[in-house]
């Protein structure tokens, strides 16, 4: 059975960096084909495609963000960490990861709702 | 970066109708298309990927088809938990980009 679920603060403030896991079961990030993306959501509004992590580390990022974003994973304990510097109130979200096998985002968690605010 | 433009933003129909979506891309992104179901408060589930492939689990009711720049989702006689929205995706290029979605409402 295929799990992923979201950990982070639920509240940052603006200039400060975000850090988000993303602990996942069911599968590894070992196997071929294999990737972990991050999609995120402003409240009302249109998913936003993140980043991905592929199981031979490669990696691929938002043109607009790439500067902010860095995505790595931890093999041993079946995470991923996606984390964003300088948050801004434009950056409050739900931020969901999901598996991406063989380039399809088929198994999502439920997302963590991340909010800027001073 | 590849735009993907989903008309119409609303579609307003009753229970037993069909529905049908459509998702333009900027160029073509040759058949690497998923559509994705997103219901409020829960998580987007995949419903079809490269252009006409049903997830695990997804009813037979709903289908895609298109080629090259232009793509359409079917659903052949809506049911109640369909009503929802709905989103198409591109994985042709980096980076990946949605639609900007479509809604479907009971009209």
């Known amino acids: 059975q295929v799990t992923l679920r979201e950990s982070g603060p639920a509240l940052v403030k603006p200039t400060q960096t975000l850090t988000l896991t993303c602990t996942f079961s069911?599968?590894?990030?070992?196997?071929?084909?294999?990737?972990v993306s991050w999609i995120r959501q402003p409240p009302g509004k249109a998913l936003e495609w993140l980043a991905l992590?592929?199981?031979?580390?490669?990696?691929h990022y938002i043109t607009s963000l790439k500067t902010r974003l860095t995505i790595s994973k931890d093999t041993s304990k079946n995470q991923v960490v996606l984390t964003m510097t300088n948050m801004d109130p434009v950056d409050t979200a739900t931020y969901y990861c999901?598996?991406?096998?063989?380039?399809?985002?088929?198994?999502w968690g439920q997302g963590i709702l991340v909010t800027v605010s001073s | 970066e590849i735009v993907l433009t989903q008309s119409p933003a609303t579609l307003s129909l009753s229970p037993g109708e069909r529905a049908t979506l459509s998702c333009r891309a900027s160029q073509s992104i040759n058949n690497f298309l998923a559509w994705f179901q997103q219901k409020p408060g829960q998580a987007p589930r995949l419903l079809i990927y490269d252009t006409s492939s049903r997830a695990t689990g997804i009813p037979a009711r709903f289908s895609g088809s298109g080629s090259g720049t232009d793509f359409t989702l079917t659903i052949s006689s809506l049911e109640p938990e369909d009503f929802a929205l709905y989103y198409c995706q591109q994985r042709s290029n980096w980076p990946r980009t949605f639609g900007q979605g479509t809604k479907v409402e009971i009209k």
């Open positions: 999901a598996r991406t096998y063989y380039w399809n985002d088929d198994y």
């Open positions: 069911g599968f590894s990030l070992t196997t071929g084909g294999m990737s």
């Open positions: 992590i592929d199981w031979n580390d490669d990696k």
